[in-house]
RNA sequence: GGCGGGGUAGCUCAGUUGGUUAGAGCACAGGACUCAUAAGCCUGGGGUCGGUGGUUCGAAUCCACUCCCCGCUACCA
């Protein structure tokens, strides 16, 4: 039987600045399809990390009178300490500046050479040194003879740097067939659509190569060069996986990966250039590529001028992880930029998590522990409407795995939440607190019901909010190891008779002057 | 400018190949209940489906024109 295994990664992040609700975002969906994978018979395999090379990161170190190595150090621990804040489950933490990166990117580096790909060449345009950026010719305007840019003002000169080059122009056609062949390759479509009509206009080479700063990985043959940016950063994909070595266990499981979850920004780069280097360095490219919207506060890009900057550490600490796992997740539509605002927030928080699912768990926990002695009731048996009640999301689940394939995520959400809804309404309907005065054996199935169905909900909910979700296992008696979709069809896994552990409120409710 | 996506209830959005009184959640109003985090459940109000014209027995759904909004249009990540 083949293993079921599963790859995913988020971009590595540039550390020039600390973490925010981008770095965050992409981060968290990440985390919850790997969660899914692995409650769902996958041994899964999730990356994340740092991209710590390149001028900006140089000139800061030297300002800071650091090493650059012990700079990014300092640098990328902040982001390491961002994945235990999330809560990410991710299985590794790359680095750019570690050694096994190093070979990696050196190897693809030579075979791209051997192939052919990459070539010496002068790269040329109009810069300016203030604003350390090249310039279009559309993009300066000619002043007393002195050449400006438009946008920034600042004096723009002709430079030509030596460089290599990866001869990108080569690979258009390939792409494309690529594209046509994995239709899947790019999501959402309508990104898929920007990237093939880009390639179809023909792709000029790309420079690859630097002499103009020093900290990154040199070109192998010439040292005067470094590696330039998505050469170097994309490589990380494979690194992690102890590239070259394409015969340990590692590589083998998980490259190709399946996918790689990126903010639309660094879109092209995932979806052209990183393809077009594996192929021709004869790697296999990853299964797809998803580009997610942007995070906009109060429907604007965040920045410090408008002070509407939400920061997710801010947001954790009032607020809570799982809190903002489940709000940027259900709120956010996966795919278009999204508002968040801190009322929004406040809604979502109490109305999904507050009122609906924690006060079913509280409701019933309450109930069981007055009127049960504590204990986990003993069912008789189940009736049309008990087993209507677990059939609803027993006979969904492979659409919710449909749904977490296809990365339809605000879909799945609210399925889920949905049989929170119905089971509430079940609870209301059979009313427990007068059975308990004129049917107790039919009392307690209907609670030993509900009982199952706010397990299989956790199980559902678990890989968005799973801190909260591993509570409630641990109130039900149920082992970790259990908390598996398999389970959701057992309706036999809670024990009766077993204590139910005394659990505080799951969700608090935020107050409005809050 | 070119290519693409979208304009549906106060807000966020669903609306399959055109077919009976256009849907959900939130917000709002009323009702019955009381196990629970004054939560949950039931009922209701509210939309000329951006505009105009057309195809059709019939269009939010197809066509034309028009007005808005958004994305992409290469080497900062």
């Known amino acids: 039987m083949p293993e079921k295994n599963f790859y995913i990664t988020t971009p590595i992040y540039y550390p020039s600045g600390k973490p925010h609700m981008g770095h965050a975002y992409s981060s968290i969906i990440a985390d919850v399809f790997a969660r899914f ?25 030297k300002k800071n009178n650091k090493d650059p190595k012990k700079f990014c150090d300092e640098l990328s621990i902040t982001f390491k300490n961002l994945t235990k804040t999330l809560n990410l489950s991710n299985n590794d933490f790359i680095r750019t500046t570690e050694k096994r990166h190093y070979d990696s990117v ?31 010719e559309e993009e ?19 430079v030509e740097e030596e460089s290599y080059f990866f001869k990108l122009s080569a690979w258009s056609n390939k792409l494309l067939k690529f594209y046509q062949e994995n239709p899947k390759f790019i999501l959402p479509v309508s990104r898929r659509n920007e990237v093939v009509n880009f390639v179809k206009k023909g792709l000029k080479d790309l420079s690859v190569s630097r002499t103009s700063f020093s900290w990154g990985i040199p070109v192998p043959s010439n040292k005067k060069h470094i590696i330039y940016v998505w050469l170097d950063a994309l490589t990380n994909y494979i690194s992690a996986l102890k590239f070259p070595d ?26 052209i250039y990183w393809p077009a280097f594996l192929l021709a360095a004869k790697i296999k490219p990853p299964k797809r590529v998803y580009g997610h919207g942007w995070i906009l506060s109060d429907e604007k890009k965040m920045s410090k001028s408008l002070g509407n900057i939400l920061d997710p550490l801010e947001i954790i600490k009032d607020y809570g992880v799982d809190q903002l796992r489940y709000y940027l997740i259900k709120e956010v539509s996966l795919g278009n930029d999204g508002s968040i605002s801190l009322e929004n927030l ?41 087993k209507e009640l677990s059939d609803e999301i027993i006979k969904k689940i492979s659409d919710l795995k449909y749904m977490i394939d296809n990365q339809e995520l605000n879909s799945y959400i609210k399925e889920v939440i949905n049989f929170s809804f119905n089971s509430n309404k079940y609870f209301n309907d059979l009313e427990p607190w007068k059975l308990k005065k004129t049917n107790k054996v039919r009392m307690n199935t209907v609670l030993y019901c509900i009982l199952n169905q706010i397990k299989s909900i956790s199980i559902l909910l678990y890989p968005i909010i799973p801190s909260s979700i591993e509570k ?15 389970q959701i069809k057992n309706l036999n896994l809670i024990v009766p008779g077993k ?14 002057d809050n």
């Open 37 to 61: 994978k692995k409650i769902d018979g996958y041994k899964a395999y999730f990356l994340t990390g740092t991209d710590e090379h390149g001028l900006k990161i140089q000139r800061e170190a």
């Open 106 to 136: 050196k190897e693809i580096w030579e075979r791209l050479e051997k192939s052919g790909d990459i070539y010496l060449g002068k790269y040329s345009g109009w810069y300016s040194v203030s604003d350390e950026a090249y310039y279009d």
């Open 140 to 158: 300066i305007i000619d002043e007393n003879g002195s050449k400006k840019s438009k946008t920034s003002g600042s004096k723009v000169e002709w």
């Open 246 to 271: 394409t015969e340990n266990k590692l590589y083998r499981d998980f490259w190709p990966a399946d996918l790689h979850i990126i903010g639309k920004d660094i879109l092209r780069f995932h979806a």
């Open 346 to 386: 406040k809604n979502c928080i109490n109305n999904d998590l507050a009122n609906n699912f924690g006060n079913l768990c509280q409701r019933v926990f309450s109930f069981i522990d007055k009127n049960c002695d504590s204990k986990i009731p003993s069912p008789d048996k189940f009736n049309t409407r008990d």
């Open 472 to 486: 409630i296992f641990d109130t039900l008696n149920l082992k970790k190891e259990e908390l598996n979709i398999e």
């Open 499 to 512: 204590i139910i552990k005394k659990s505080n409120i799951l969700f608090k409710k935020i107050d409005n």
